[in-house]
Nanobody
Framework: QVQLVESGGGLVQAGGSLRLSCAVS????????MGWFRQAPGKEREFVAG????????YYADSVKGRFTISRDNAKNTVYLQLNSLKPEDTAVYYC?????????????WGQGTQVTVSS
């Protein structure tokens, strides 16, 4: 079974930046396309960004396009999400997950997530 450990969240002012990491173990990262998702208080979890198995194709939610960048290092079994120009509405717990070709989660399994809080 794949294990996912997210890190890198924190408290940042609007306009600031963070870099999130997702360490994958239990399976080789190159097996999966990967996605980042987020869940704000009182809201459903939503897709943020996805990347194909080899670092080629990426896909973003309209709300983060041009501000967030997803990347991966298969040798390090790690997926990253660079968050720039952060807004208070980006405040959420961020999760990574293996995804299918439609960037939907493959499994009903989530790590503990990492909290991102953006102050105005």
């Amino acid at each position: 079974q794949v294990q996912l450990v997210e890190s890198g969240g924190g408290l940042v002012q609007a306009g600031g930046s963070l870099r999130l990491s997702c360490a994958v173990s239990g399976r080789t990262l190159s097996t999966y396309a990967m996605g980042w998702f987020r869940q704000a208080p009182g809201k459903e979890r939503e897709f943020v960004a996805g990347i194909s198995r080899s670092p080629g194709n990426t896909y973003y939610a309209d709300s983060v396009k041009g501000r967030f960048t997803i990347s991966r290092d298969n040798a390090k079994n790690t997926v990253y999400l660079q968050l720039n120009s952060l807004k208070p509405e980006d405040t959420a717990v961020y999760y990574c997950a293996p995804v299918n070709a439609l960037y939907s989660p493959l499994y009903n399994y989530w790590g503990q997530g990492t909290q991102v809080t953006v102050s105005s």
